[in-house]
């Protein structure tokens, strides 16, 4: 009985062993008559063969990102590549660099730059923010006339614009500045009085300021509380929301004027005391209408908006406080 089972033991192993030789050898033709490869196919149309589906794929996604270069922002392709795995034979070539022409021929490209607009028109483009911005300061350096009507928006378009330089834009853009009135008595003359605090301590909680407000100006909200941006050193302690210049500026409740006056990058700025240590902030105005030491009721118009101080277009900068510490406007208005 042993001996029989010893007999069909060996002759099991035999087979076995048979059987691997024979997978070996199949493989060992078919690596040599065949390779591993990538059917590519776009729209289930057969566009060609790669057998390197990463290396293809990573060129373009890096091109969709990046474009070719030229001020292109990023490219659109409506139809991406699809791959699947097949075995060709070793004297197919495969065609990567046709797949690849292929995708950049069906694909849009978007261009980006920066329009800088005068009265929400766009009047010249440059092609990043750090020229536009310069273009904005040197213009308020200059006291342009236009300068409170200047605003930068970033565009992406799929045919670029006409840039030019950051002094082109400027001598472009300037305008003299009308000539300052002779000075005469004003029973409305706005003063300075006292400090106010500008730390940039903020809370994202919400606490009860025991007041309702109302909305100081109608606008779009182009940044938000507590947000961090290329123009400011520290994060944004009020809400900005942008405006045609010259909208007037409504108190958003009553209380006393203790701050009216220029604020460094906050521009022209009016501070109103609520009472228990509420305060509400509007900073970057054009024009101010009332003084420190005057009481004003919700609603009244209080100042106009502008572009002073560290603004790069007209808007309100609202801040509300509360023991100085800032909180988030929109947990009362907005």
């Known amino acids: 009985m042993f001996k029989k089972i010893l007999i069909h033991t060996k002759k099991s192993i035999k087979l076995i062993m048979l059987l691997v030789i024979a997978v070996f050898l199949i493989i060992g033709a078919v690596s040599y008559f065949f390779k591993p490869t990538y059917r590519v196919t776009i729209g289930g149309k057969q566009v060609g063969y790669t057998a390197n589906k990463s290396q293809l794929q990573t060129k373009i996604s890096e091109y969709m990102k990046n474009g070719d ?3 292109v922002a990023f490219v659109q392709v409506e139809e991406l590549p699809e791959y699947q795995l097949c075995l060709l034979k070793r004297d197919i070539v495969t065609n990567d660099d046709e797949i690849f022409e292929k995708i950049k021929a069906e694909g849009t490209a978007y261009y980006r730059y920066y329009a800088i607009c005068e009265n929400q028109e766009e009047k010249a483009y440059v092609s990043s923010f750090s020229e536009a911005e310069n273009v904005v300061n040197s213009l308020k350096e200059k006291n342009s006339a236009n300068m409170e009507t ?23 853009l300037y305008k003299e500045p009308a000539k300052e009135p002779v000075a005469v008595a004003s029973t409305n003359k706005v003063t ?31 940044s938000r509380f507590s ?27 009553g209380g006393t004027v ?38 004003v009721g919700q609603g009244a118009t209080i100042a106009a908006v502008g572009s002073t101080g560290n603004s790069t277009g007209p808007h309100l900068h609202l801040e509300v406080r509360v023991n100085g510490v ?9």
């Open 326 to 334: 800032a909180y988030n406007p929109q947990n009362y208005v907005y």
């Open 258 to 295: 203790t701050f009216a006056g220029n604020k460094g990058s906050y521009g022209k700025m009016i501070v109103i005391t609520h009472g228990n240590g509420v305060q509400t902030y509007y900073a970057h105005c054009s024009k101010l209408y009332v003084s420190a030491g005057q009481a």
């Open 227 to 253: 947000e961090s941006s290329r123009i400011r050193s520290s994060r944004h302690t009020g809400l900005d929301i942008a405006t045609s210049a010259g909208t007037p500026v409504k108190a958003a409740a």
């Open 192 to 222: 300075t009085k006292g400090t106010v605090n500008t730390n940039t301590t903020i809370s994202k909680t919400n606490t009860n300021i025991g007041i309702s407000l109302i909305r100081p100006v109608s606008g779009i909200i182009t």
């Open 69 to 71: 270069g030229n001020d």
């Open 150 to 172: 200047l605003a930068i928006s970033e565009k992406y378009e799929t045919e670029n614009k006409e840039l030019v330089t950051a002094e082109t834009a400027i001598s472009t």
